[in-house]
């Protein structure tokens, strides 16, 4: 029954993709296989076209994925951040689903915010527009006027979100499950974890208390920022299903013409996105981790204000370390070095070549290192990533593919303000930075320093454990938390992930 009901689901994916005519848009895509496109021509000729269509491919395939779910629509908007891969103007009319979906009633908020916040709606706000000023996958948003006269964003989850996620990722999973039981490949990427994965961001995403939480604790991290800042929570009329926040006045990034027309400086704006990203993720180790260019606003003096903080990233020092290394070491063409961090991480399986795997990281890296962006073939590079990640049998990890997702986001970002910009080139400061200031010498001895004293004051407890032979129990104390052990596999497919520029689609066609 489950097997009939997901075949079910996939034949409606289909017939949906004919119906919007949106299978030549699917063609158009450099990353699809040609024998995609065919296959869904072949089993759904006989369904008719919907009347009245646009004529744009974009505008199509958005429709399509606006109709199929909220986790279609996800995969949407990452692709119109990607005009490298999907081509400029398939990402243009794919924009449309950052916050321009079909609406819920106004009646259907009203009853959701009095649930929420107790009381009846004029209780908490003064003003309160019926017509959302955006709609998206998950949430659509009223501009609103407090009792008490400030301008909110009101932010309130769409009615049955959860039930129909929990259909879709029900659908990936069994998907998921089918690829690792009957192929060496799906066992390899770790497809059953990557859907829990998405599962667990997702949950997170729909208790808008953590978004709040999560855009309080970003804006602490950056507060010293020049040029980038986050809006005000109002958490007295915050909830699980509804969020208020300062309202932001400006220009989204997805409207390139009208950020030219005011004269910002795109080049600028596009490097200050990436590097912000960089210094989230490096330095916090906390990130904004939903990069399309709806969620973020140019202000009147130039300042980059973010919005939507449902999807956050964290990375240990750890991971961070490596990260660091390895990205310097591509900037500074030292793929022995890059390789060498790989095998001291475990990220690559014992029993590999050292030199063979920094070859292959050159074969990839060299030609494409200075080059802008748009005259990279992503579909060649992802060829030459996959295989390189299968010869040296290295395994997804998927707590890294938020990462990876994000850091394409942000590269699809700079491109789209700026389709000359070099990706390396506007990293190489910030990763400097953290390298200077974390791995010299100078850096590690402080460190240690100050650690020493706390080392100290556990000493004694944990030469009572040693030395204790008769199960006695020692004082209490905090106990001793060793170095996180290094984990397999993923994180090689991420650094080849950002040579490539492409490595998103491994979360998206997978």
Known sequence: MRMLRHLMQLFLLAAGLRRFGAIRALALIELVPSWGPKLLRATTFYIP??????????????LALAAMGPAYIKLGQTLATRPDLVGR????????????????????????IEAELGGKLEDHFSEFGQEPVAAASIAQVHKAVTTDGRTVAVKVLRPDIER??????????????????????????RMTQIVAKVRETVRHEMDLRLEGAAAAELADNMGAEAGYRLPKIDWDRTGERVLTLEWVTGIRLADR??????????????????????????????????????????????TICAIDFGIMGRLSKHERRFLAEILYGFIKRDYIKVAQVHFDAGYVPKGQSLEEL????????????????????AGKLLAQLFATTQRFSMQTQPQLLLLQRTMVMAEGMALHLN??????????????????????IEARLADAVHMLPRLLERLPYRLDEWLSDTGASAPAAEPFTAPPAK?????????????AGAALIKILFL
């Open 49 to 62: 076209r919907k009347r009245g269509l646009p004529e744009k491919d974009g505008e199509r395939l958005a």
């Open 164 to 189: 129909r996620f929990a259909r879709d990722i029900a659908l990936f999973d069994w998907l998921a499950g089918l690829a690792e039981r009957h192929t060496q490949e799906g066992r390899r990427l």
């Open 358 to 377: 920094a070859q292959a990281l050159r074969s990839i890296a060299d030609p494409i290192m200075d080059l802008p962006v748009e005259e990279i073939s």
């Open 419 to 440: 389709p000359k910009g070099n990706m390396w080139q506007i990293s190489e400061p910030v990763i400097e930075a953290w390298i200077r200031d974390n791995l010299s």
């Open 257 to 302: 013409d009208a950020l030219v027309g005011a004269g910002y400086d795109l080049e600028a704006l596009g490097e200050r996105v990436v590097q912000v990203f960089l210094k989230q993720a490096l330095r916090d180790g906390f990130f904004h981790a939903d990069l399309h260019q709806g969620n973020l606003i140019v202000e009147p003096d130039g």
């Open 487 to 499: 984990t397999g596999g993923g994180f090689a497919v991420f650094t080849l992930g950002l040579i």
């Open 89 to 112: 103007p398939l990402a243009e009319g794919l924009t449309t689903l950052q916050d321009q979906l079909p609406p819920f009633p106004f009646t259907r908020a009203r009853a959701t």
